[in-house]
Nanobody, 121 residues
Framework: VQLQASGGGLVQTGGSLRLSCAASGGTFSSRTMGWFRQAPGKDREFVAA????????RYADFVKGRSTVSRDNAKNTVWLQVNDLGPEDTAVYYCAQSRVYAWPPRAPWEWGQGTLVTVSS
């Protein structure tokens, strides 16, 4: 499955973004999907994940309560909604897939191209 994230851009502090990730070329519904981010000069970190059927989700503490991950297997798409954005959320956001049939989700992850989110103060 090939992944292409979109929806990034420039947003003011306190704003919201909804990122999309379109999948193609495989069986999307068989993959656990995740979102990661990488800020300048920092390691890539986990943001959120959703199980194959969408019934389970998991969030990093720094987005818990202000973020929603969702998917539509009929549309081969996964979304990440993040609210109340702050400058610390500035990063390239990547969607990823895991072929491991497990929950909580675990590596290895396969990442697609990212989308840049810049939050101005």
């Amino acid at each position: 499955v090939q992944l292409q994230a979109s929806g990034g851009g420039l947003v003011q502090t306190g704003g919201s973004l909804r990122l999309s990730c379109a999948a193609s070329g495989g069986t999307f519904s068989s993959r656990t999907m995740g979102w990661f981010r990488q800020a300048p000069g920092k390691d890539r970190e986990f943001v959120a994940a959703i199980s194959r059927d969408g019934g389970n989700t998991r969030y990093a503490d720094f987005v818990k309560g202000r973020s929603t991950v969702s998917r539509d297997n009929a549309k081969n798409t996964v979304w990440l909604q993040v609210n109340d954005l702050g400058p610390e959320d500035t990063a390239v956001y990547y969607c990823a897939q895991s072929r491991v049939y497990a929950w909580p989700p675990r590596a290895p992850w396969e990442w697609g191209q990212g989308t840049l989110v810049t939050v101005s103060s």
